[in-house]
């Protein structure tokens, strides 16, 4: 089965800063999702990524994925409350089933 | 905005009991899946449905669990006779464009089994 490895496990950050999130892969990516997850809630899409080495952004997030498709990054850039959460990466493997990454708290303080 | 919807928000069982978790997905989506989240733990792929069928399931769908498009609208998951590790948040998603892609996700389903 696949599995994904997120670092960090939490992070807590002072509003306006910088942050990274890594998800690492135990096989070779078809494509990779990122989302986010509010406490005691559902699920958000955030972006897809499938091609080796594609980069993805929308408003202060980027994400990218590595050439050999088995590393990802998710980076915020001036960290705002709204960012809190936790941010969770997936992937698709061979079939139709998909695996959710051990997940990365992010409290935001302002 | 359209969203998927579930109910209930919290359901509280007895163990053995049978339960169905009910969701309506968005109405031109095709493709529909179920995930469970036990408290503090990772999101778990249950199972996909299209075309009126099972896609794909995980080991944890084991023959107590069971998915319907009874009416075209609504989706629903049942745990014919619940257990107490089948105490968990249960989410329902659909999306519209194949296989996973974009998925909406409802705002899930409290299962409480004691």
């Known amino acids: 089965s696949q599995e994904l490895e997120q670092s960090p496990q939490s992070l807590i950050v002072q509003e306006g800063k910088n942050l990274t999130i890594n998800c690492t892969s135990s096989?070779?990516?078809?494509?990779l999702y990122w989302y986010k997850q509010k406490y005691g809630e559902g699920l958000i899409f955030l972006m897809m990524l499938q091609k080796g080495g594609e980069e993805k952004s929308h408003e202060k997030i980027t994400a990218k994925l590595d050439e050999k498709k088995q590393q990802s990054s998710l980076h915020i850039t001036a960290s705002q409350p709204s960012h809190a959460g936790i941010y969770l990466c997936?992937?698709?493997?061979?079939?139709?089933?998909?695996?959710f990454g051990t997940g990365t708290s992010l409290t935001v303080i302002p | 905005e359209p969203e998927v919807t579930q109910t209930p928000s919290h359901q509280v069982t007895q163990m053995g009991q049978e339960v169905i978790l009910r969701c309506v997905p968005i109405?031109?989506?095709?493709?529909f899946y179920w995930y469970r989240q036990i408290l503090g733990q990772k999101v778990e792929f249950l199972v996909s449905f299209y075309n009126n069928e099972i896609s794909e399931k995980s080991e944890i769908f084991d023959d107590q669990f069971s998915v319907e498009r009874p009416d075209g609208s609504n989706f629903t998951l049942k745990i014919r006779s619940t257990k107490l590790e089948d105490s968990a948040m249960y989410f329902c998603?659909?999306?519209?464009?194949?296989?996973?892609?974009?998925?909406?996700f409802g705002p899930g389903t409290r299962l409480t089994v004691l």
């Open positions: 096989k070779t990516l078809y494509g």
């Open positions: 998603a659909c999306s519209g464009t194949g296989f996973f892609g974009e998925q909406f």
């Open positions: 109405s031109n989506h095709l493709y």
């Open positions: 997936g992937a698709t493997a061979t079939g139709n089933q998909f695996y």
